[in-house]
């Protein structure tokens, strides 16, 4: 077709009548038909995406008990553990986190080489060159950069009725000497099967901040499970602002990958819209997909990122070439994250793009692939 015409296309009627009980997505895309001086033949120039009608709306499967298996409790004084027919969690008792999860011998989840811990909440993000002239330094003036936690209570929750054992903590998270912080109720409900849900309530308190980088858990997993899949928009990174180039779809990448490499290392990678995600090594690992909500339901869809990188190297950091590894997979995995804006040249992150410091819910479900 010569430019600047239009033309109609007409798709079948079968695909517009379509009503599954699953999601579906219809991709359109235009592509050269033979190449050109600035493009090979199959080119992609444009495309578009529709989510089909559905009987019921998007839903995920979700861990349940699943066996028979009686879960065992071993309270010890500075640890609690799980354990079920071939795998066990690890609980600090001190400062009431997840610290390692093994599943037929093999670690899923590892203690982080600074916190000891595998999992914690993190509101904290690399800047990128856009929050570094407006939004860097409000966040560091509240402290938002050095949260602490302090454990506040610690019960163990049998429920013989599902054989299912829940794990509720209440800690105190809070930068040092400033006078605002969060309460934050975190429930671990470990099923049979190895499967297991965490669920986090947060209730800011004092005088808090108007604006968070992020709201979401840092986890921490063996370097080895650096095979990524997901289901979402991909492949390339998405942030509430800087989306619209990405498709939905099923990806793989594996850790490195999944990096966007700026000129100036900082803040990236986030993926969007994603119904699931997987790591693993040599198809052994574990699936997250989004967990139980304040409305009692499971969320949909999730943000994460992947990396090697702590978000304190990448800061530290003026030339990739600076950048150190860590000896681990660093796994964020999101309920929220702000815009990225254009603060650097141009305006900062719209209102609708922010994420705000209130009181929030959120969670995730974890499954163990290939054991």
């Known amino acids: 077709m010569a430019a600047r015409k239009q033309a109609e296309l007409v798709l079948p009627e079968y695909i517009l009548s379509h009503n599954s009980s699953t999601e579906t997505v219809l991709t359109i895309t235009f592509r050269l038909r033979s190449a050109t001086s600035w493009a090979d033949a199959s080119h992609e120039i444009a495309w578009w ?33 799980i354990y079920g027919s071939s795998w066990s969690l690890k609980f600090d008792r001190a400062r ?5 999860w093994v599943s037929a ?90 499967s297991w849900a965490v669920k986090v309530k947060l209730h800011p308190t004092g005088s808090y901040p108007i604006t968070l980088p992020r709201i979401g858990l840092d986890v921490t997993l063996p370097k080895a499970l650096e095979e990524v899949t997901w289901s979402g928009l991909g492949p390339g990174e998405s942030y509430p602002d800087k989306r619209s180039s990405q498709k939905v779809g099923i990806w793989s990448k594996i850790v490195p990958e999944l990096q966007t490499r700026y000129e100036v290392p900082q803040e990236n990678g986030n993926r969007m819209d994603t119904r699931w995600v997987k790591l693993l090594s040599h198809s052994v690992g574990i699936m997250v997909t989004g967990g139980p909500t304040k409305e009692g339901t499971d969320a949909t869809t999730f943000q994460w990122g992947a990396g090697p990188h702590r978000a304190t190297a990448l800061e530290a950091a003026r030339h990739p070439c600076d950048l150190v590894e860590e000896d681990s997979t660093l796994l964020k995995l999101n309920a929220e994250v702000a815009g990225v804006g ?30």
């Not at 009431?96 to 390692?100: A, F, K, R, S, V």
């Not at 929050?131 to 950069?145: E, K, N, Q, T």
């Not at 610690?154 to 930068?175: D, F, H, K, Q």
Request: net charge negative; glycine share 8%.
């Open 49 to 81: 995406q529709h989510k089909l009608p559905s009987q019921s709306s998007l839903s995920i499967s979700n861990p349940s008990a699943g066996s028979s298996h009686k879960l065992q409790v071993q309270n010890l004084k500075s640890t609690v553990q």
């Open 105 to 194: 011998g093999v670690t899923l989840l590892e203690p982080d080489s600074l916190t000891g811990v595998a999992m914690t909440p993190s509101f904290w993000r690399a800047p990128t060159d856009n929050d570094v002239p407006i939004s860097l330094p409000y966040w560091r003036r509240f402290g938002v950069d050095d949260m602490t936690s302090q454990l506040r209570s610690w019960e163990v929750l049998p429920n013989s009725s599902e054989g299912v054992v829940e794990i509720m903590t209440r800690t105190y998270l809070a930068p040092p000497i400033l006078g605002w912080g969060f309460h934050a109720e975190t429930t671990y409900s470990i099923f049979p099967n190895g």
């Open 96 to 100: 009431g986190y997840l610290t390692n």
């Open 342 to 371: 254009s603060a650097a040249c141009g305006p900062g992150v719209g209102e609708e793009f922010e994420v705000k410091c209130r009181d929030t819910e959120f969670g995730f479900f974890f499954q163990p692939i290939g054991l």
